[in-house]
């Protein structure tokens, strides 16, 4: 097993009774769509996190601790798989650690954020990166579907959700962002007018869980995930609108999910893990 950022880490940051971060693989793989090979994800995540450098902007987020779990077991009833998610980013949080859940394919969100919710006794927000909406009822008959996990979240659980970079949805997804009171910048607006800072609503949750698909990038940036769309988000533009978003909120969780590798190519697997390295700098 891999740990993130092995190499450069010490046994105490290393430690996990004292790291501010606890990485969770979950390599699901049972509803994709188009391309193949999220449960690859999180392997190669951390895989190309040895080659990452330990300062980044300035810091060394690493330094608070980061320790790598053994991945979840994906077999079996999807509810099942959610639920066993779901116990490790509860644990997590009740720990005062920030859960980073490694992906493996879009559905998993739904355990980790429910997790995430028991762990604080409070709801949250989700700010996501997307190419897609992810707000079907169901996608091939499946109610845990990768293009599925918002609606579960959003209707089931009433949790606020802001969406960042979606280019590709369907009627039914445009008229529950209504319904559900979704708050949304989509690429075209945000691309063509290079925007990098959008102010959520005042009311919008203190508590903030980042949803990160990697396929909110423009596929020339990370082409190697199942469903590229083409007109994403820039890779500094991305990670500006988190930052933005999260100022005066506290990240109390993320995800990073749906890179597919590619044999022939490590670049996405880096950029991926460069992501999730950026996003624990953006902790408190």
């Given at each position: 097993m891999t740990?993130?950022?092995?190499?450069?880490?010490?046994?105490?940051e290393r430690d996990p009774q004292s790291a501010k971060f606890r990485v969770i693989p979950v390599p699901l793989e049972r509803t994709v769509s188009y391309g193949s090979g999220t449960a690859g994800g999180p392997d190669a995540i951390l895989e190309a996190s040895v080659e990452l450098e330990r300062l980044f902007r300035g810091t060394e987020p690493c330094a608070r601790g980061i320790a790598t779990e053994a991945g979840v077991d994906c077999a079996g009833p999807l509810p099942e798989v959610?639920?066993?998610?779901?116990?490790?980013?509860?644990?997590?949080?009740?720990?005062?650690?920030?859960?980073?859940?490694?992906?493996?394919?879009?559905?998993?969100?739904?355990?980790?954020?429910?997790?995430?919710?028991?762990?604080?006794?409070?709801?949250?927000?989700?700010?996501?990166?997307?190419?897609?909406?992810?707000?079907?009822?169901?996608?091939?008959?499946?109610?845990?579907?990768?293009?599925?996990?918002?609606?579960?979240?959003?209707e089931e659980d009433n949790i606020r959700i802001a969406q960042f970079g979606v280019r590709a949805l369907c009627t039914e997804e445009a008229e529950r962002r209504k319904n559900c009171g979704v708050f949304y910048r989509d690429a075209e607006e945000l691309v063509t007018e290079n925007i990098s800072a959008v102010d959520l609503p005042d009311d919008f949750p203190q508590d903030v869980y980042v949803s990160f698909d990697v396929d909110g990038l423009d596929p020339s940036i990370l082409p190697a995930t199942g469903t590229p769309v083409p007109g994403g988000l820039g890779y500094y533009q991305a990670l500006n609108l988190v930052r933005h978003a999260l100022k005066g909120r506290r990240l109390v969780g993320f995800d990073v999910v749906e890179l597919a590798p590619h044999d022939d190519s490590t670049v996405s697997d880096f950029t991926t893990a460069q992501i999730t390295y950026a996003i624990m700098e953006m902790a408190d």
């Amino acid at each position: 097993m891999t740990y993130f950022l092995e190499g450069e880490l010490s046994p105490t940051e290393r430690d996990p009774q004292s790291a501010k971060f606890r990485v969770i693989p979950v390599p699901l793989e049972r509803t994709v769509s188009y391309g193949s090979g999220t449960a690859g994800g999180p392997d190669a995540i951390l895989e190309a996190s040895v080659e990452l450098e330990r300062l980044f902007r300035g810091t060394e987020p690493c330094a608070r601790g980061i320790a790598t779990e053994a991945g979840v077991d994906c077999a079996g009833p999807l509810p099942e798989v959610m639920e066993r998610i779901a116990v490790r980013t509860e644990a997590a949080v009740k720990d005062g650690a920030v859960p980073v859940t490694l992906g493996g394919e879009h559905g998993l969100s739904y355990g980790a954020v429910r997790g995430v919710v028991r762990g604080l006794g409070r709801n949250v927000g989700i700010v996501q990166i997307d190419a897609h909406a992810d707000l079907r009822r169901a996608y091939q008959d499946e109610r845990h579907s990768h293009a599925s996990v918002m609606q579960l979240l959003a209707e089931e659980d009433n949790i606020r959700i802001a969406q960042f970079g979606v280019r590709a949805l369907c009627t039914e997804e445009a008229e529950r962002r209504k319904n559900c009171g979704v708050f949304y910048r989509d690429a075209e607006e945000l691309v063509t007018e290079n925007i990098s800072a959008v102010d959520l609503p005042d009311d919008f949750p203190q508590d903030v869980y980042v949803s990160f698909d990697v396929d909110g990038l423009d596929p020339s940036i990370l082409p190697a995930t199942g469903t590229p769309v083409p007109g994403g988000l820039g890779y500094y533009q991305a990670l500006n609108l988190v930052r933005h978003a999260l100022k005066g909120r506290r990240l109390v969780g993320f995800d990073v999910v749906e890179l597919a590798p590619h044999d022939d190519s490590t670049v996405s697997d880096f950029t991926t893990a460069q992501i999730t390295y950026a996003i624990m700098e953006m902790a408190d």
